[in-house]
Nanobody, 120 residues
Framework: QVQLVESGGGLVQAGGSLRLSCAAS????????MGWFRQAPGKEREFVAA????????FYAESVKGRFTISRDNAKNTVALQMDSLKPEDTAVYYC?????????????WGQGTQVTVSS
């Protein structure tokens, strides 16, 4: 089982940048698709970005496309989310996810989250 720990959250002004990191342990992430999700107060958790196992493709929510960039370093067992041009509506707890398809079903694992607050 893979364990995930996020870091890099904080308070930033609108228009600023933050870089979130997700460090994995227990398993190599080479076999996992990796993603970022977020949950704002009173709202459901939503997809932000994802990257395939081999780094061959990335996917983004429309609300962050062009502003956020997901990347992975399989050798270091880490995933990052570079967030630029931040907006107050990006305020949320951000979660790292690892997903693996085994035996005709997906298994996913989550970190504890890191708070991102964007002030106007």
């Amino acid at each position: 089982q893979v364990q995930l720990v996020e870091s890099g959250g904080g308070l930033v002004q609108a228009g600023g940048s933050l870089r979130l990191s997700c460090a994995a342990s227990g398993r190599t992430i080479r076999n996992y698709a990796m993603g970022w999700f977020r949950q704002a107060p009173g709202k459901e958790r939503e997809f932000v970005a994802a990257v395939t196992r081999t780094n061959s493709a990335t996917f983004y929510a429309e609300s962050v496309k062009g502003r956020f960039t997901i990347s992975r370093d399989n050798a270091k067992n880490t995933v990052a989310l570079q967030m630029d041009s931040l907006k107050p509506e990006d305020t949320a707890v951000y979660y790292c996810q690892a997903a693996i398809y085994v035996g005709y079903r997906w298994y996913d694992y989550w970190g504890q989250g890191t708070q991102v607050t964007v002030s106007s």
